[in-house]
């Protein structure tokens, strides 16, 4: 097959990459804690890590909770940034008491304390920051939490690092993870030890059983974003949060802007009606679009159907039928033959003939030249 020209080639790269560009765009998102966002405050390692391992829904609207098995699933919310009203709560709250875990981890925000209550837990967070002046990773802002209580979600577990982190206020939730003893909450923000800061472990993981189900509340979204995930043992944790379950549900129903392209695909994976419908229609328009190519090659209709570049290029006109890559050397005895032979319904008169065969021959002696 006869290689492009340069130029056209050039366009066609061109084309290519800006398409590409197009459907990354689409298909990623800047938001923090974003499932489709690969940068180092999104969690899209994390989402590969749960697709790898089992059964994943991303949802982004409450409803599936009314939908999907509640036993044996978890549902995860990360540092949501809008409030759930009193109906997207009580779906929460129901598919919880059917027997569902829901994750909520979060650090500061305003959105999630209100949610907690909603749904009927007694555990909240702090919203003071955690600090250890002692025990960190990279400084006191980032401490450690070497207390762990050997439980289902945290074997092989001997500590978190975190970013940024509060603490969680139990009440009758209970504490799976802690700081260290010489950690605080810096309660007045002054980035140092201060009266009023008591030193102690302080709980940033909790279990709290509600009905059949329970709630997990953990005080740093951090340890799931792409920066945090590879830092000990916060992989080893995430992994045994959702293989202790047969499903996990990403709850991204309030985390601001989602990428179009990826709102697209879940929506229509979770309709069968649209599926079908997709599939018809891409089903028509192959097929007409297949007919006006034959109809415009069999019946002559150069101008009205098809240009005659477009016609030139037909893989019956232009190409062996054995599959080759070899050209046809195409004169007027050769096509005159070709349409004969290969159309003998047709019925078209000599004027007819003569100026098909002229726009191909015309065409293909422009191209030649081109190149």
């Known amino acids: 097959m006869r290689t492009p020209p340069l130029p056209r080639l050039v366009l066609y790269v061109l084309i290519g990459l800006l398409a590409g560009a197009l459907i990354f765009a689409a298909g990623t998102s800047t938001a923090s804690f ?11 390692e994390f989402r590969t890590l749960i697709d790898e391992r089992l059964d994943s829904r991303i949802v982004f609207d409450t409803t599936s909770y009314e939908t ?12 949501p940034t809008e409030s759930y009203s009193a109906n997207e709560s009580q779906r929460i709250r129901e598919f919880v008491e059917r027997g569902g875990t829901v994750v909520i981890a979060d650090d500061f925000g305003p959105h999630s304390n209100p949610l907690l209550a909603a749904i009927g837990a007694d555990a909240r967070f702090n919203q003071a920051q955690l600090r250890d002046e002692q025990e960190y990773y990279r400084g006191p802002s980032l401490p450690l939490a070497p207390n762990v209580t050997t439980t289902p979600y945290t ?16 009440g009758n939730a209970t504490p799976i993870v802690t700081s260290s003893d010489l950690s605080y909450l810096d309660r007045n923000a002054t980035g140092n030890l201060s009266a ?42 995430a992994t045994q949060l959702v293989d202790t379950h047969g499903q996990v549900i990403l709850d991204y129903s309030h ?18 009606l649209l599926q ?17 190519i034959r109809e415009g090659t069999v019946n002559g209709a150069v101008e009205t159907l098809l240009p005659a570049r477009v ?3 037909l893989p019956h006109w232009v190409w062996d039928r054995s599959g080759g890559t070899q050209t046809i ?43």
């Open 68 to 79: 999907e098995n509640a036993t044996d699933a978890v549902a995860i919310i990360l540092a």
């Open 329 to 371: 050397d195409l004169d007027t005895e050769t096509l005159r033959t070709t349409v004969h032979e290969e159309y003998p319904e047709l019925d078209l008169d000599e004027a007819q003939l003569q100026q098909v065969m002229t726009a191909v021959l015309s065409e293909r002696s422009r191209d030649e030249q081109d190149e």
């Open 276 to 292: 079908v419908s997709g599939g018809v229609a891409t089903l028509g328009l192959w097929l007409l679009g297949w007919r006006r």
């Open 196 to 237: 009023g800061d008591e030193l102690g472990a302080y709980p940033v993981v909790a279990v709290e059983p509600i009905e059949e189900g329970q709630i997990i509340t953990i005080s740093d979204p951090s340890i799931f974003i792409n920066s945090m995930l590879t830092q000990p043992d916060n992989r080893v944790f």
């Open 34 to 44: 974003g499932a489709y966002n690969p940068q180092w405050d999104g969690t899209s």
């Open 155 to 170: 074997r092989g577990v001997s500590q978190l690092t975190l970013n940024g982190a509060t603490a969680v206020e139990p």
């Open 255 to 272: 985390a601001g802007t989602q990428p179009p392209l990826a709102r697209a695909v879940v929506l229509l994976r979770s309709s069968p």
């Open 311 to 313: 016609l030139s290029r």
